[in-house]
Structure formats: structure tokens, C-alpha cells
């Protein structure tokens, strides 16, 4: 059974870079695309991006030139970056894996979830 | 950018039946998932593709679409089942996934 697990600092100081890695057990990183999710305490579900094993990569707008997501296929993780992050970026952290393309259908759901990290910005 | 409109919040005696709605500009022409989540764990896939259930879904939680509304029912209601729900689609137009302003569903 396929598990996901993030981690990374908790506390972040403002205008810093967060650094987050989820780390995939019971199935390769190759055989699906990867999103991480965001949500502020008290708020709704929030998409930051998604990655495929195969190179492209897509991200919210909102979030453009601060975010980046990338694979390391050795230790079947996906990491996430954020620079200059503000309070604005406190929140609980999830990793999700998206099924793709499945005979010849292309799936938008995301399928399995990680139980999130909690990531607080502040001085 | 596309908006999906939830109501905050569902109330509903066990054994009655839940319907929470998912509202965006002709949804009809998308697919929408909808998540299951509670406090402290993981998000659920409940429902994907407008209807479909993941494996070990329950039969009572079903999806459908018409017009511009998406709509998630839970019936014969169970404790367990109160959680925050988000209905979710991709927005092709702009590359983007969308999800619901959520639902919270408080079971009586």
C-alpha cells in the first residue's frame, strides 16, 4: 500500500525559503504525477503544483517565481521549495498523488494523500 | 480564474441523507472529485470523475452533475462521517486545480 510522508523544518523565518520533501513508500515516483496542497489554519484546500517524473512541471499562478517542485528518482521523493515566504505561507503542508494518464484516460483526482506537516512562518 | 462555491456548512440527523453542493461556471463540462477530510488526518478521495467510487468507498456516498452545479450525497448518515468536504476540478483553461470553498458536515 502506497504511503506518503512530508517533512521539513516547522518554523520558518519570514522571507526565508521553506523546504519540504515527501517521501514515497510502496510504489515508484514514476508511475504518477505528484501535487502538493496547501491549506491555512482555519481555511480551505489550496493547489501550490504538481510534477511529473518526466519533467513538466505546473504550478498556481498565484504562486509563480517563489515556488519550485522537483523528483529525486533515487530516493522516490518530491521536494518543494518556497521562497520569501510571509505569514501568508503558514500552513498544513499535503502531498498528493494524481493517477494521470490510465489507458488513455487522463485522471484529475488525486488519489492517495500524505497526513501533511504543519509549517509556520515567523520570527 | 475558475470559482467552485460550496455552502459553509451541512447539518443532518444519522440515517438522513447529506447533499452538498459544488457550484462553478458549467461544471458540467468538467470532471469533479470530491475529498473527505477530518481534523488532523489525511484528505479522502470519496467520489472522482463526477460519480465514480475509489475502492472501500461506501455505495452511500455518490456523485452527479447537471448544469452548473456538482453535487456530493451521503446517505443513511453516520457519525463518521462528519468531516469537511471539498468538491475539486482541473481548470484546462488555465492549467490550474481548483477546489471548493469546502463544506462542513455536522452530523445531529
Known amino acids: 500500500q502506497v504511503q506518503l510522508q512530508e517533512s521539513g523544518p516547522r518554523l520558518v523565518t519570514p522571507s526565508e525559503t521553506l523546504s519540504l520533501t515527501c517521501t514515497v513508500s510502496g510504489d515508484s515516483i514514476y508511475n504518477y504525477y505528484w501535487s502538493w496542497v496547501r491549506q491555512p489554519a482555519g481555511r480551505g484546500l489550496e493547489w501550490v503544483g504538481r510534477i511529473f517524473p518526466g519533467g513538466r512541471i505546473d504550478y498556481n499562478p498565484s504562486l509563480t517565481g517563489r515556488v519550485l517542485m522537483s523528483v529525486d528518482t533515487s530516493k522516490n521523493q518530491v521536494s518543494l521549495t518556497l521562497t520569501s515566504v510571509t505569514a501568508a505561507d503558514s500552513a498544513v503542508y499535503y502531498c498528493a498523488r494524481g493517477r494521470g494518464l490510465v489507458d488513455s484516460v487522463f485522471y484529475y483526482d488525486m488519489d492517495v494523500w500524505g497526513r501533511g506537516t504543519t509549517v509556520t512562518v515567523s520570527s | 480564474s475558475y470559482v467552485l462555491t460550496q455552502p459553509p456548512s451541512v447539518s443532518v440527523a444519522p440515517g438522513q441523507t447529506a447533499s452538498i453542493s459544488c457550484g462553478g461556471n458549467n461544471i458540467g463540462s468538467k470532471t469533479v472529485h470530491w475529498y473527505q477530510h477530518k481534523p488532523g488526518q489525511a484528505p479522502v478521495l470519496v467520489v472522482h470523475?463526477?460519480?465514480d467510487r475509489p475502492s472501500g468507498i461506501p455505495e452511500r456516498f455518490s456523485g452527479s452533475t447537471s448544469g452548473n452545479t456538482a453535487t456530493l450525497t451521503i446517505s443513511r448518515v453516520e457519525a463518521g462521517d462528519e468531516a469537511d468536504y471539498y468538491c475539486?476540478?482541473?481548470?484546462?483553461?488555465?492549467?490550474?486545480?481548483?477546489f471548493g470553498t469546502g463544506t462542513k458536515v455536522t452530523v445531529l
Open positions: 475539486q476540478v482541473w481548470d484546462g483553461g488555465s492549467d490550474v486545480y481548483v
Open positions: 470523475d463526477d460519480y
